[in-house]
């Protein structure tokens, strides 16, 4: 199992970045898969979620309503659009599926900085 997560970046207050991750090693489509972030010394969060077929999504409450969640099976990717992003959403930014592997990523740093 391996999740390659990529699309970080430094961006200023306000802007927006799209991440996404490459999935291998089982099979995606049968898996809801979730977007994870852990910032400067905290613990690793929960930042958002997909059921297996894309149909339903959920968002953490500090995220909901700027954050999209989205995948494509034929490609084992899934997306995160981030908008409006905030000083807050510094973090390294990881994906995992349902419930998660122990396996993680490298993660993509996200740096919100003017």
């Known amino acids: 199992v391996q999740f390659v997560e990529s699309g970080g970046g430094l961006v200023q207050p306000g802007g927006s970045l799209r991440l996404s991750c490459v999935a291998s090693?089982?099979?995606?489509?049968?898996?809801?898969m979730s977007w994870y972030r852990q910032g400067p010394g905290k613990e690793r969060e929960f930042v958002a979620a997909?059921?297996?077929?894309?149909?339903?999504?959920n968002y953490a409450d500090s995220v909901k309503g700027r954050f999209t969640i989205s995948r494509d099976n034929a490609k084992k990717t899934i997306n995160l659009q981030m908008n409006s992003l905030k000083p807050e959403d510094t973090a390294v930014y990881y994906c995992?599926?349902?419930?998660?592997?122990?396996?993680w990523g490298q993660g993509t740093q996200v740096t919100v900085s003017s």
């Open positions: 995992n599926r349902q419930p998660p592997h122990n396996s």
């Open positions: 090693g089982f099979a995606f489509s049968w898996y809801g």
């Open positions: 997909i059921t297996d077929g894309g149909g339903s999504q």
